[in-house]
């Protein structure tokens, strides 16, 4: 009867070396000088300074590299509210870089001691200059404090105005209201007031304010009723009634704008 073969004594022996390596190397992995971190960097920051996201990454020049635990540092700069996402990594031998990416405001909305402004998610970044250049929100409740959300349904509203909108129509606005009733409300840093109604076809409605301020731009307007979104209304101010055709001013299509009321002119886009 063949008895079955030894385990030959060398693969354990090789097993010892290799384990023993192994702590050695990881010793001098975590003891070397070699591998203290000299600089930490930071890319992709825009309103926020390197030194306030490394300050909060709290990663120790002169610390080994291999010590740190950038999980926990990760988590520290994802808790600034301003930050959307963050990846950290170490670059060998001697440097952590922080890669990041910032929320981005997309409106003003009054919290109880100022302005504060919010990314599209409804997340509060920082409270911010009333003159700051982005729309005001009115009528979609209080902001919360930096780093708490807004999830009403009119801030939703709200910001469904806004995707619909082109940036050079969101710059030209200065306020955008949602009504008890949940229409539309807008106006421009000139003061014409924009009617778009019920929160339905922004897209179209959308395009059709574009034209029509192309079109009526030379003209002093008091408001822009795109409530029906097939038949905007424009009424212009210091116009008598009797306006002629020929001095109306063009819609898209080649033809004038046409209609009036007691209160002065009001002009149809067919």
């Not at 740190?68 to 959307?84: E, G, T």
């Not at 307007?221 to 109306?248: C, M, W």
Request: some cysteine; proline content about 6%; overall charge neutral.
């Amino acid at each position: 009867m063949v008895g079955k073969p030894e385990k030959p004594k060398s693969n354990t022996l090789e097993r010892i070396c290799i384990l023993l390596l192994l702590l050695f190397t990881g010793f001098v992995l975590l003891n070397s000088s070699f591998f203290y971190i000299s600089e930490v960097t930071v890319t992709g920051n825009k309103s926020l300074t390197p030194e306030e996201i490394t300050k909060a990454a709290g990663i120790p020049i002169g610390e080994n590299i291999f010590r740190i635990n950038l999980r926990d540092a990760a988590a520290r700069v994802k808790a600034i509210p301003a930050v959307k996402d963050v990846r950290l990594a170490r670059r060998l031998p001697a440097r952590v870089a922080i890669m990041l990416t910032e929320r981005e405001a997309v409106a003003l909305v009054s919290g109880r001691d100022g302005f504060y402004g919010l990314d599209e998610g409804g997340v509060c970044i920082r409270k911010v200059n009333a003159a700051d250049p982005l729309p005001i929100l009115t009528g979609v409740g209080i902001a919360p404090l930096p780093g708490g959300d807004l999830t009403t349904e009119g801030f939703r509203t709200a910001v469904l105005v806004l995707k619909s909108l082109d940036g050079d129509l969101i710059s030209g606005l200065a306020e955008i209201h949602i009504t008890p009733l949940r229409s539309v409300e807008a106006y421009t840093t000139e003061g014409v007031k924009i009617c778009f109604g019920r929160p339905e076809e922004l897209a179209e409605k959308g395009k059709m304010l574009c034209g029509i301020l192309k079109e009526v731009e030379d003209r002093k307007v008091v408001y822009i009723d795109l409530s029906v979104t097939k038949r905007p209304v424009v009424k212009f101010a210091g116009q008598g009634v009797h306006e002629s055709a020929d001095n109306a001013p063009v819609n898209a299509a080649g033809g004038p704008l046409s209609g009036s009321d007691a209160g002065g002119t009001v002009s149809v886009v067919p």
